[in-house]
């Protein structure tokens, strides 16, 4: 399962997702991602982490809904 997380957290939490058996892909952008950036991102995402300073909606989940069973912060 892929487990996206829209901006960079500490360590310990990405090893542990790791560890596991997610496989892990941290935005490398150290801001908030556009909502075209983020849209984009979370495509094939089965899980997304994200920060209070995202901004989920609608339109942002219908782009990975195929796959798409969690959404965290």
Known sequence: MKV???RKIPPPAEEMLS???FEVVVSPKPRVLS???LKNFIVGADGV???FTD???GHIIAAAVVQ???IAN
Request: with cysteine; charged share 40%; glycine share 6%.
């Open 4 to 6: 996206v997380i829209t």
């Open 19 to 21: 560890r596991a058996g």
């Open 35 to 37: 909502r075209d950036e």
């Open 49 to 51: 982490l994200c920060l």
């Open 55 to 57: 901004k989920i909606d």
């Open 68 to 70: 798409l069973k969690l």
